[in-house]
Structure formats: C-alpha cells, structure tokens
C-alpha cells in the first residue's frame, strides 16, 4: 500500500483471456444435444475443441504464461501443459494476487474474441443455446467463482440482432457489464457499422440502454494483418495496430455516437500512441473535405450527401471512445492528446504479450512520472467507471 491517498498497487486489466475448462458446454447443454456441443476431445498425446465439423487445437502462444520467451510456441498445447490459471478461476486469481491485478476482464478463446464460432456454425439453434451457456458460464461461475474480481464480458448470436438484444437484455439483468463486438464485421461476411440497412442499431441501442461497454479486440475479424502476402509475421504482427485506428475512425465518422449519446466503446488490446495522429489527421481531412461531401458529390463511390458540418471529432473521442494499452511509452508521452479519462491498462494474460507476472511494476514503470490521481485513473479508475464495477477489497499480497 503506498503512503498517499491512492492505492497504486493494484491495476484492473479490461483486457485478458480465458481458456474455456471442458465442462463449459457440456454441462449445460441438454443430454440429447450434448455430443454436437463444444467438448474437449483427446486422442493420443493431441487435444483438440470438437464442434460440429470443426476440430480445433489450443495455439499455444495463448497459454504461455510461467513460460519464458525462449519457450514460446504457436504449437498446439493440451490443458495438463497450461499453468492452471488459463482455465480455472480460483489459480486464475492466485496469479492475479501475485501480478496486483485486482480485477480482470477476460475474452472467449474457443468461441473467438465475440463469438464467431457459433456465427460459423450449421445448427444455429444449438448455436444459440451455446451462445447462453457461455455468457452463463461466464457471469455465474467465472465471475461469480470471486466477487469483485472478474468483469463479465458476454456474447451475442451474431447472425440475429433481434436475438441478439434478447441476449444483451437477458445477461444485462444477470450483471454483464461488457459486450464482445468485432473490430470490422466485414471479413466475417456480415454487415458493418455503416450498413444502410442500419443491421446493428438494435444491438447497439440495447447496449446503450443496458449500459453494457462494446469490446472490440484486435483480430476480432478473424484475420490477421496483413501488409503484404510476403509480409514476415512478426513485421504484420508489429502492423496490427492500425486495424484499432481503422476502426475507431469508422466509429467516429459514423453517426451511432450522435444518436446513442451514452455509448461507450473500449479498443481492446489496439495499444494507444497511434491515437493522437489519428485524431489530427482525422480533424484534418474533415475540415477540408466536409464542404463537398455535405453536398452530395461523390468520389468513386464514397461519401455521404448526410455529412454533418458540425463535428467535433475529439470531444467524440472523449465521450465515446477508450484506449487500452499493456505497454507504450509513446501512448503514455502523448497522455495530454489523448486524454487521462480515456486510457485503461491491460495485461493480456496468458497470451504470448502479457506482462505477468510483472503487470504491477511494468505498469507502474510507465506512468510513475504522471500525477498520482492520473495513475489512479489508469490503473483502475477509468475501468472502474466505465463498467460500473466495484472491485474486491485488495488482498494482501506476497511480501508487502
């Protein structure tokens, strides 16, 4: 505990992972349905997710927390080979104590970070049922399993928003507090957020009404960057981030935050020192290209006769938008662009960037120059009011 008026020993990370345990579906499907549901399947020394026609393995690089980097791999890996805490909530908050991550939040790893797997599937209504299972599993035994120290992010049937509202209604009244949505919908072949046909709206009406934050990570598309089909991996890897700023300049030249004035969206693991050049660039050519597109005129296909000549685009950015980070300095010496109420901190456990089990101190290392307050606010604060969570009382940890 420090001696101010802060704690600033403890961080709440909006962004981690969970690695569904085996009896997630299979406990809560109907025993007529259980065979075709998701279930871990062994055979030899191979394990793999089965569902439908799918049979899908564990990479590796998701679950490499207690390993050092020298021992990373995208190799598949079974359950006996993961540090328990990728799958069972009480290790998970062990590890959580040793690192000072009061609170978590975590994505789904076998349904995809919001759920495509079941958007994929054949058998929509058994989809569904497991879209349910998961966001129950999820609020009532991995959330539930530690009060104060999970933050329940859910799912949504993809392919129907009028049961995607239900979803968001039902798991809303069950104490959600996020909502998994995709980055760019496009690669999956369904419509995006500019859709004339307004396909989203409903689903984004009822989280704004539910107060439910939207959770877009980053290969929330299911692809992966790209910049050219010879790019190196670790180079398109390293390009990644510029898919989080295509998608918060879609979210800010969009009309949803002028008409859903309480929404908020989180940009999961999209890191943060790209933001302030984007705002200006984005400021630059809407001051300069508003006039003709407000009137209608078109270039090759694009804009708008509806352009509005009255955006402020970083007060949208202020009111809507939030940055999550796990490491970036350069982020951090831009925090006056960006804004202190707009930054959250994430650790990323237990995928291959993860800073555990060193969250506290890798954090705390970037922002120690800031105002106490403004750590505060980034460490915990922020996620704390933007998701309207109450944390845990903070243990005791190991040596303090």
């Known amino acids: 505990m420090t001696s101010t008026e802060y704690d600033l020993d403890w961080l709440i990370s909006v962004d981690d992972h969970v690695l569904e345990p085996p009896n997630v579906w299979q406990d809560r499907i109907a025993a007529n349905d259980r065979d075709r549901a998701p279930k871990l399947v062994r055979d030899g020394d191979a394990e793999t997710w089965v569902y439908e026609n799918r049979s899908v393995p564990t990479n590796g690089l998701s679950a490499v927390v207690g390993k050092s980097a020298e021992e990373f791999s995208p190799e598949a890996v079974t359950y006996a080979e993961m540090r328990p805490g990728c799958y069972d909530a009480a290790a998970r908050v062990e590890d959580m104590n040793e690192a000072g991550i009061l609170a978590s939040l975590s994505f789904p790893s076998f349904p995809r970070f919001c759920g495509q797997i079941f958007y994929e599937a054949q058998d929509k209504d058994l989809a569904l049922r497991c879209v349910q299972a998961y966001n129950d599993?999820?609020?009532?035994?991995?959330?539930?399993?530690?009060?104060?120290?999970?933050?329940?992010?859910?799912?949504?049937?993809?392919?129907?928003?009028?049961?995607?509202?239900?979803?968001?209604?039902?798991?809303?009244?069950?104490?959600?507090?996020?909502?998994?949505?995709?980055?760019?919908?496009?690669p999956l072949g369904l419509p995006t957020i500019n859709d004339p046909n307004r396909y989203w709206d409903p689903v984004l009406q009822a989280a704004s009404d539910n107060e439910l934050v939207v959770c877009m990570h980053v290969g929330s598309s299911s692809t992966l960057p790209n910049i050219a089909?010879?790019?190196?991996?670790?180079?398109?890897?390293?390009?990644?981030?510029?898919?989080?700023?295509?998608?918060?300049?879609?979210?800010?030249?969009?009309?949803?935050?002028?008409?859903?004035?309480?929404?908020?969206?989180?940009?999961?693991?999209?890191?943060?020192?790209?933001?302030?050049?984007?705002?200006?660039?984005?400021?630059?050519?809407?001051?300069?290209?508003?006039?003709?597109a407000a009137r209608g005129v078109t270039y090759e296909g694009h804009a708008a006769s509806d352009v509005p000549m009255d955006i402020d685009l970083r007060q949208r950015f202020r009111d809507h938008v939030f940055g999550c980070f796990i490491e970036d300095e350069s982020g951090i010496a831009a925090i006056d662009v960006i804004g202190e109420n707009n930054i959250m901190i994430e650790t990323d456990y237990p995928h291959s960037d993860s800073t555990w089990p060193n969250c506290i101190e890798v954090a705390k290392k970037q922002i120690a120059h800031l105002p106490e307050a403004t750590q505060?606010?980034?460490?915990?604060?922020?996620?704390?009011?933007?998701?309207?969570?109450?944390?845990?009382v903070p243990p005791t940890r190991a040596g303090a």
């Open 137 to 186: 599993w999820m609020i009532d035994e991995w959330c539930g399993s530690a009060p104060g120290r999970f933050i329940p992010l859910v799912i949504m049937p993809l392919w129907d928003t009028t049961l995607a509202v239900t979803e968001i209604e039902r798991t809303a009244a069950k104490g959600a507090r996020g909502l998994a949505f995709s980055e760019n919908f496009e």
């Open 229 to 292: 089909s010879d790019a190196p991996f670790m180079a398109n890897l390293a390009w990644g981030a510029t898919r989080t700023s295509g998608t918060m300049l879609q979210w800010l030249f969009s009309d949803h935050f002028a008409k859903l004035p309480n929404l908020k969206i989180a940009l999961s693991e999209g890191n943060i020192g790209w933001i302030p050049y984007f705002l200006e660039r984005a400021e630059q050519v809407y001051n300069k290209q508003r006039f003709w």
């Open 376 to 392: 505060y606010k980034i460490l915990r604060g922020n996620a704390e009011k933007l998701f309207r969570f109450t944390p845990a």
